[in-house]
């Protein structure tokens, strides 16, 4: 059965900083892979998807991911942290066994000013 | 286009009342997912609808119900509430659904429900 792992439940980087979102996975399938953001009192948006393409994706607010298959991670990396970006991200991968989504706990990202 | 929407935003229920939520998906938007969101469990998969039609469910018990209509507004149902039925209830629309793994899900911004 698929699974995925967020290993860090917080993260607090000082604005203009990197940012290192970590996620495992484990599928029996080649994998479909996304990093959603959830903001306070706001829905889910996708950030990117990684769907056996290219294996660097880039997403929307300077965000990407690589996908690495010998070490089953997609971690999210940012090169330069904004306030903005404070919330919490899920990685997320697609589970065809029974067409559900498969969430990990969630990483909440904190921007010190 | 108009994004999804979801009515009420918050809710407040005694134990033992029914509450029906509703979802209005993306105009186009054929596969409506319905997820519970707590603090403790995290996101949790309910059920999906694809044009009327429940076509995968979670594991939930049979308080929880949902249906389609033919304009692919979906309503979820949950009867006889219990205290831990409180969360933030997330619907998300896509074009062909959760059988296509590469379909992005684009999420309401959620029912708060409160069960005192």
Known sequence: AQSVTQLDSHVSVSEGTPVLLRCNYSSS??????????????????????????????????????????????????????MSDAAEYFCVVSDQSNYQLIWGAGTKLIIKP | ??????????????????????????SGHRSVSW???????????LFEYFSETQRNKGNFPGRFSGRQFSNSRSEMNVSTLELGDSALYLCASSLEGLHLPTDTQYFGPGTRLTVL
């Open chain 1, 29 to 82: 399938y080649s994998p479909s892979l996304f990093w959603y953001v959830q903001h306070p009192n706001k829905g889910l948006q996708l950030l990117l998807k990684y769907t056996s393409a290219a294996t660097l994706v880039k997403g929307i607010n300077g965000f990407e991911a690589e996908f690495k298959k010998s070490e089953t991670s997609f971690h999210l990396t940012k090169p330069s942290a904004h």
């Open chain 2, 1 to 26: 286009k108009a994004g999804v929407t979801q009515t009420p935003r918050y809710l407040i229920k005694t134990r033992g009342q029914q509450v029906t939520l509703s979802c209005s998906p993306i």
């Open chain 2, 35 to 45: 997820y519970q969101q707590t603090p403790g469990q995290g996101l949790q998969f």
